[in-house]
């Protein structure tokens, strides 16, 4: 444990819990994949179990810890200031792991994580529950375990080289994962994931080895002081911020990813834009904004340009679709807009906006895919041609769809308006020609995102019933009710008070 950036020493119980949210899901990857295959049900019920006891785990992390104040000093009017002294983690664990190249076993948790580290416990164990009904085997649950350990490693690390390795312990497993229960083109739209995230991990790889040899450490609490030079936070910042704009994926780095949800199972595409995207946009703010605050007050223009130009041609685009996942897909482009919108203000509103977005996005639109998925399963198609008349057929159904594209769309209340609300309201206050063209860009987005949804609820839940969705049962099984009422819950719940979000980066973002 290292003492020097701590001032009040968290309980070894929860240095335990920090360790045991990794390892029990790897460990439960470990028994549902060796378990006898004529043991393929419980196995699947074994990773479920694994998957509650982890989400358990991260709801104790800040029991016992105040949350401390000062890892970002970005203020609402001073912009590109280097942080402040480094941030106390709500409880973090950090152990010698390779000392000759100064690498850390560096864990840890604080508001700018946590909510993300919830919502992948969250969407794993909904996801795990789903397979568990369906009856999909226990290797896909092995490997939503597997993914659950990238990504939760993602969100924990505090060392750059550790980032790194769990940011590239998730390519494998989505890999499997699209092209071994995916549709009919699942293959090429997994080789098309792959290609495009290795180079997205090459640019990572370069950014992390120019700033660890610049400063000697990774170590994320330490390089706010460690003096990196203004030419090499540029350099630095350039590397990451291509690197994320693929993961996340952000225009134009974006077109791996329709193809990845079309082909994708429920399940996979569930975790791909619930969680997953967020290791893109979570980065910039962690090590992008954090690591190399020059670098990202000298790219904070161009990004704000990307960021409403995401913004625009994703809900045009959108409008052209006739494919039901392909369109939820796209619309997650526009979204990400806004996340890095608020990203490139650099201010306060603007980074817990972009905060708020990645949270409202994995809830809203891993709903609307759960929801996708019930319809492709009982109509055999995602064509909105071929569907239509879905609130004669199933009427809860196609209410549910109604509630989580109104949610997507904005509509004030719901989980969706307050980040892209705010990230507004943040472009706005940063002042001058650039910023507030960009701000009326992205409300005009925000317009489009309406057309398109209303669109999608025309063709989808009225009309006439069509041949293919004549046969749809009028209710959902309990299963499926399981799986979708938490995320309706949680999108209420963080519409009428965003502050179940905000409440932890008070002490984060000042």
């Avoid at 009017?77 to 942080?83: F, H």
């Avoid at 409403?308 to 997650?332: D, P, W």
Wanted: aromatic share 8%.
């Amino acid at each position: 444990m290292n003492s020097d950036y701590l001032t009040d020493a968290p309980t070894v119980w929860l240095q335990v819990v920090l360790i045991a949210v990794l390892a029990v899901p790897a460990v439960g990857a470990a028994v549902v994949a060796l378990l006898p295959r004529r043991l393929d049900r419980p196995a699947r019920f074994a990773a479920t179990a694994f998957a509650a006891i982890t989400l358990v785990l991260t709801l104790l992390l800040p029991f016992g810890h105040t949350p401390p104040r000062g890892w970002f000093s970005y203020g609402p009017v001073t912009l590109g200031t280097p942080p402040g002294p480094p941030a106390v983690p709500w409880v973090d664990f950090d152990k010698a792991w390779v000392p000759a190249l100064h690498i850390d076993f560096h864990l840890g948790v604080d508001g700018v994580s946590y909510p993300l580290i919830v919502l992948t416990a969250l969407l794993t164990l909904l996801c795990c529950a789903y397979t568990a009904w369906k009856g999909d085997g226990r290797a896909l649950a092995a490997l939503l375990l597997v993914l659950e350990v990238g990504i939760l490693g993602t969100f924990l690390s505090l060392d750059l080289v550790l980032f790194f390795l769990f940011f590239e312990v998730v390519l494998l497993p989505m890999y499997a994962v699209i092209a071994g229960w995916g549709g009919d083109q699942r293959r090429a739209a997994a080789r098309k994931f792959v290609l495009y995230t290795l180079f997205g991990s090459v640019l990572l790889l370069l950014g992390v080895m120019t700033v660890v040899v610049a400063a000697g450490t990774g170590d994320m609490l330490a390089l706010p002081n460690a003096g990196l030079g203004h030419t090499t936070q540029c350099a630095a910042f350039a590397l990451f911020a291509v690197a994320f704009a693929v993961k996340a994926p952000l225009w134009p780095l974006h077109t791996w990813l329709p193809d990845a949800h079309t082909q994708a199972p429920t399940v996979g595409s569930v975790i791909l834009a619930g969680v997953l995207l967020k290791m893109g946009t979570y980065g910039l703010i962690r090590i992008g904004v954090g690591v190399t605050p020059e670098g990202a007050h000298w790219a904070a223009p161009v990004l704000g340009v990307l960021a409403a130009a995401a913004i625009i041609i994703g809900s045009l685009v959108c409008l052209r679709q006739t494919e039901l996942k392909r369109l939820i897909a796209y619309s997650s482009v526009g979204h990400m807009g806004f996340v890095l919108l608020g990203i490139a203000t650099l201010t306060v509103t603007g980074l817990q906006a972009a905060l708020l977005g990645n949270v409202a996005h994995g809830l809203i639109t891993g709903l609307l895919f759960f929801l996708a998925g019930a319809v492709k399963d009982r109509a055999h198609t995602g064509e909105l041609a071929d569907l239509g008349g879905l609130r004669e057929s199933a009427p809860r159904l196609a209410g549910l769809l109604g509630f989580a594209a109104i949610a997507s769309l904005g509509l004030p209340g719901l989980a969706g308006f307050w980040g892209e609300a705010f990230a507004v309201i943040a472009a706005v206050r940063r002042g001058g020609p650039l910023w507030l063209t960009l701000a009326a860009l992205a409300a005009v987005g925000g317009a489009l995102t309406a057309a398109y949804f209303l669109r999608l609820l025309r063709r989808l839940t009225h009309g006439v019933p069509s041949v293919s969705v004549r046969g749809v049962p009028a209710s959902a099984a309990g299963a499926e009710w399981l799986a979708w009422a938490p995320l309706v819950v949680l999108t209420l719940a963080v519409g009428v008070a965003p502050a179940l979000v905000l409440a932890a980066t008070s002490g984060v973002l000042k």
